[in-house]
């Protein structure tokens, strides 16, 4: 089979190989993948600028049919429809596995990053990570359980009431994702842009977004005023990955309000941590997913309450892995897919 991986460290070094079809041993599945979405991880593996172990076959965003189970696994079947979590292995004695976050293992290895991953026809997963996928969930929405669980996670460490004013900062797919799952909590939501996120601004107001900003061209402060009573949003969500935009959430959060930073930057960034404490303001972090959040990602799916395909821009085959890495990278569209066949 074919895969796209990442082949040697450094810059670049992606390709697409020929790489053996994958067995089950005890206690794993292969699934054959349907779609695998493209994550900016994947560009920060393609830029050497997350830890992998080459050679590897990248992708960690999946949906898929079992075709095979090894010895002792009872709970799938050939022919189920599934989506998976992203952890191929963790120690599960440390502190952290054993409260139930598999995400801060030091020992965590993924799929995508140091086993091989999805963006390939075949992959070999532990049989507990998989999920089964809702009739009425396609495989093209399917695949992108893992960014909304991601999500979910954000919301789970950071509270939101319904009736409260809720600040989106980054129209990208996983501040619109993030932008959905505020909204099935109740809040009202501003979702914040730039000149250069009017189409992804336009997408924010047909998935519901209550009030549409380009930072651009619009003082945030001012609506955020007049919604506030003069105090400040009560919860903000930094998912822009930009020390502009964690600027700008800072100065509308209210007085002990909450600060979420979902977006990842990629390198330090300026940010005035004296406010935290005259503000008195809870901040959370969220890193990746943990089971729960693949629970309720599932059940906002199949009710309903979270529309992908807005989100869906681009699907291509594996053989055009670069063409898609680039228009990712060129922020053409919002989420691309990659298919095997």
């Keep these: 089979m074919q895969g796209v991986a990442k082949i040697d460290r450094g810059e670049g070094n ?23 979405g493209i994550c900016g991880t994947d560009l920060h593996i393609y830029h050497d600028e997350f830890p992998t172990e080459p050679p590897v076959i990248m992708g960690h965003e999946v949906a898929g049919v079992v075709v095979e189970t090894g010895p002792g696994v009872t709970s799938w079947r050939p022919g189920d429809r599934v989506t998976s979590e992203t952890y191929f292995s963790v120690c599960g004695r440390c502190r ?7 995400n801060l293992c030091p020992q965590r290895r ?4 140091k086993a091989n991953g999805a963006f390939t026809r075949y992959v070999l997963l532990p049989e507990h990570n998989l999920h089964r996928l809702p009739d009425q969930v396609d495989d093209h929405t399917g695949a992108l359980t893992e960014p909304l669980a991601c999500c979910v996670h954000a919301l789970e460490l950071t509270r939101v ?10 129209p990208g797919a996983i501040g619109l994702l993030t932008l959905q799952v505020v909204k099935a909590a109740g809040a009202r939501v501003m979702v914040l842009g730039t000149d250069a996120d009017s189409a992804r601004l336009s997408v924010a107001a047909q998935l519901g977004a209550d009030f549409l900003v380009n930072v651009q061209q619009q003082d945030p402060a001012v609506l955020v005023r007049d919604l506030s009573d003069g105090l400040g949003a009560d919860v903000v969500f930094e998912c822009a990955g930009a020390g502009a935009s964690a600027r700008t959430c800072l100065s509308l959060v209210r007085r002990r309000g909450r600060y979420a930073q979902v977006g990842l930057f990629g ?3 300026a940010w005035d941590l004296e406010q935290v404490c005259y503000k008195e303001l809870q901040v959370s972090g969220s890193n990746a997913t943990v089971p729960s959040a693949w629970r309720k990602a599932l059940a906002l799916l199949a009710a309903g309450q979270v529309q992908m395909a807005p989100i ?30």
């Design 110 to 113: 993924s799929i995508g990053s």
């Design 14 to 36: 992606v390709a697409l190989i020929d790489a053996p079809e994958p067995q089950a041993g005890s206690g794993q599945v292969v699934i054959e993948v349907k779609a695998a």
């Design 312 to 341: 869906i821009s681009t699907v291509l085959p594996i053989y055009e892995w670069r063409r898609a890495f680039d228009l990712f990278e060129a922020r053409a569209g919002l989420k691309i897919l990659l298919t095997p066949d």
């Design 267 to 269: 390198q330090p960034v």
């Design 96 to 102: 952290f596995c054993r409260d139930g976050f598999p």
């Design 161 to 170: 009431e319904p009736g409260e004013l809720a600040i989106i900062s980054g």
